[in-house]
């Protein structure tokens, strides 16, 4: 495997995870019409991801294989909870 295969599946590994930490702190104030959230965007976009790197990571190494929905789910659930933690709930 060259270099660029080897980043073409970090990137695509870590993809569902940036997606999620980049949309999640735009679309959740329209979505709940509560007020701002005590970090700023970028912020929550970094702790976000953090915790979704580390979830797709854990679930690679548990499940032992890439792309399981019950890796997905996790992802989902880690998300949505930090960012409600990250509006003080």
Not at 4 to 26: E, G, I, R, S, T
Not at 31 to 44: D, E, I, M, N
């Amino acid at each position: 495997m060259g270099p660029l295969d080897l980043l073409n599946h970090a990137v695509n590994f870590a993809a569902p995870a940036f997606w999620l930490a980049l949309l999640l702190p735009w679309l959740a104030p329209l979505l709940t019409g509560k007020r701002a959230s005590a970090y700023s965007r970028p912020r929550q976009f970094g702790l976000l991801f953090a915790a979704g790197l580390v979830v797709l990571a854990l679930g690679l190494v548990l499940l032992g294989q890439d792309g399981k929905m019950l890796t997905y789910l996790a992802l989902v659930a880690t998300a949505a909870s930090g960012q409600w933690f990250m509006r003080k709930g």
